[in-house]
């Protein structure tokens, strides 16, 4: 890949900082976002924004008048319509330069392979455990990097996976498992929490900066605070294997 195919006035403000070369990894770059709600909403426009040269979009919901005061990819004319292929719309409008790809599925263990083949980095914008912990296995199995993030209330949290680096997410799954997703939130703690991912993801893929590998940050919004919380690196064949 050479600068000739970058828009070098498009990303004229963060090329100083990230350079040529990182520029140049964020646009060979594929990435998933999986959930596209309040979190996945600003990570989707976020790493569109950023260059990224593949984005998948995977979520079964459509857009839901309740969903309006955080997750702000969507307009009230979207309301009806299936999150991934507004979100898609949305994001192609944003950044033409972006190779869209866009699925209205739940995220399985049996469909987790095709839906999410050829990608190397996933973002966690869902809400429920269960499914989270479907990606945690994949890109455990498949040496990927999961950046999870996690919000409810005024409170958050993030952290980066990669087999070799760090434990696995089932590590600090709660046990049992939440029944139930997130059940009440303010738009600002979203913002956060999503804009923590994005720096993850941007810091993977261009190599600058540290990732949270064996890190969990824990925000609360009202104080606010962002606390580093350490993680002991555990064996995690076997949090793998409780799972099955």
Not at 167 to 182: D, N
């Amino acid at each position: 890949m050479s600068l000739d195919k970058i828009d070098i006035v498009r990303y004229s403000r963060q090329m100083p900082l990230l350079g040529a070369i990182g520029q140049i990894k964020l646009l060979e770059s594929r990435v998933a976002v999986v959930g596209l709600g309040g979190l996945g909403s600003l990570v989707s426009l976020y790493l569109a924004s950023l260059g990224v040269g593949k984005l998948l979009l995977i979520d079964p919901d459509k857009v839901g008048v309740e969903n309006l005061n955080r997750q702000i990819l969507y307009s009230t004319e979207d309301v009806g319509r299936p999150k991934a292929k507004a979100a898609a719309q949305r994001i192609s409008a944003l950044n033409p330069l972006v190779d869209v790809e866009s699925y209205e599925e739940r995220i399985t263990a049996e469909n987790a392979d095709d839906l999410l083949s050829g990608t190397e980095l996933i973002v966690d914008g869902l809400d429920e455990w269960g499914a989270r912990l479907v990606l945690d296995r994949h890109a455990w199995e498949r040496g990927k990097t999961l950046v999870h993030g996690a919000a409810e209330s005024y409170y958050g949290q993030v952290t980066t996976v990669r087999r070799g680096k760090s434990s696995c997410l089932a590590c600090i799954a709660p046990r049992p498992l939440p029944e139930r997703g997130c059940r009440g939130i303010v738009a600002p703690t979203v913002g956060v929490v999503a804009s923590l991912e994005v720096m993850e993801a941007l810091k993977v893929i261009t190599g600058i900066g540290e990732p949270s590998y064996n890190k969990l940050l824990v925000i609360d919004s009202r104080r606010p605070s962002i606390d580093e919380i350490p993680l002991k690196l555990m064996k995690c064949e076997d949090c793998l294997a409780r799972l099955s």
